[in-house]
């Protein structure tokens, strides 16, 4: 781009200085001379070089703006993989535990507190035996 712009300064400093001479030389015809529409044409090459570097620049932040976005994107592909991931495993672990049913017992205290209903005297205390289950429903 640079030196394009180079080149269209220097196209359009020289069509200036030859406008110049044209109209020192006292040149009256209304159609544009030859060195008019070479200033003419260097001051549009100058306008399409701008249009275009403007047009680049645009170009590149939404390049950048889209490659954000992609990279968001993947990083929610991944959580949300991370996510499922986890998820079935609650769910196989959930699954699997299911058949397995933890019972907690009290045995000691329950036999301590209650006498038993067989008719059988309570194992002594100091004896180190344990004493009976109770009888379940």
């Keep these: 781009m640079e030196g394009l712009m180079r080149k269209s300064s220097k196209l359009i400093g020289l069509a200036g200085a ?11 015809s209304n159609e544009p001379s030859p060195e008019q529409r070479a200033v003419n044409a260097a001051n549009q090459a100058d306008q399409a070089a701008a249009r ?13 703006e889209a490659q ?16 499922a991931d986890r ?6 672990k959930t699954m699997s535990g ?7 017992y009290h045995h000691h205290a329950a036999a301590a507190a209650a ?9 002594p205390a ?5 004493a009976p289950a109770p009888a379940t429903p």
Excluded: M, N
């Excluded at 299911?98 to 907690?104: D, F, K, N, P, Y």
């Excluded at 100091?126 to 344990?130: C, E, F, L």
């Design 18 to 28: 030859v406008l110049a001479l044209s109209l020192l030389g006292g040149c009256s």
């Design 52 to 64: 275009a570097d403007a047009a680049a620049q645009k170009s590149a932040a939404s390049a950048a």
């Design 68 to 83: 954000a976005a992609a990279s968001r994107v993947e990083q929610a592909a991944s959580d949300a993989k991370a996510a």
């Design 87 to 92: 998820a079935e495993a609650i769910a196989s």
């Design 98 to 104: 299911s058949t397995h049913v933890h019972h907690h």
């Design 115 to 123: 006498p038993s209903d067989a008719g059988a005297a309570a194992a």
């Design 126 to 130: 100091d004896s180190g035996a344990p």
